[in-house]
C-alpha cells in the first residue's frame, strides 16, 4: 500500500442516497457483506436511475454520530433529489476535506482501514480531523475499477478537516 497523493478538496453541499449501517451490521468485521448485497441486489443501478447525482461515484461516508458509528452505502446526489422507495438520505453541508489517493491491492484488502497512515499524513501538513466528521471512501471509475498492470488500484479516502 501506498498513499500515492495528498490533496484538500470542497466536497460539495449534497444529499447521499443509499443504506445506513451501524457497527451491529458488521459481518467478519467490516461491511463488506453488504457491498456485496448492494451489488447482487442491483441497488446501485436502481440509484444510478434516480438522476441528480453529484460528482461522486458509488461511495461509503462514515461518522460518528451521538456517540454511534453510521456507515452509508450509496451515492451523492443534488440536496434536491427525490429519495427512491427503499433508500435512506443524509443531507450534507460543504465541507473542506484532506484527500488520499491510496494505492495497492483490493483483492488483498490493503489499501482499506488506512485512516492512521491517512492521518500521519494529515500531521505532517498541520492538518486537523475535525471531530466527529466525515470520511469517505470513493470509488472513482476508473481508478478504482481499472485495476494497471500490477492488478493495483486507487481508493481515494477523505476525511473531514476543520
Known sequence: MEIKKVFT?????GRLIGKRYTDEDKVGGSFGAKWGEFMQRGWFAALEQAGGKVEFDYVAIMRMNEGEF?????????KNANVPEGFESIDTEEFEAAVFWIYGNAENGEIYCQEDACLAEMNKRGWRKKQDG???????CPRFTGPD??????????????
Request: proline residues 3%; without cysteine; charged residues 25%.
Open 149 to 162: 498492470d500490477a492488478g493495483n488500484v486507487i481508493l481515494d479516502y477523505y476525511i473531514q478537516i476543520s
Open 134 to 140: 466525515w470520511e469517505i471512501e470513493r470509488y472513482n
Open 70 to 78: 453510521e456507515y452509508w452505502i450509496g451515492m451523492f446526489f443534488d
Open 9 to 13: 478538496e470542497t466536497v460539495p453541499a
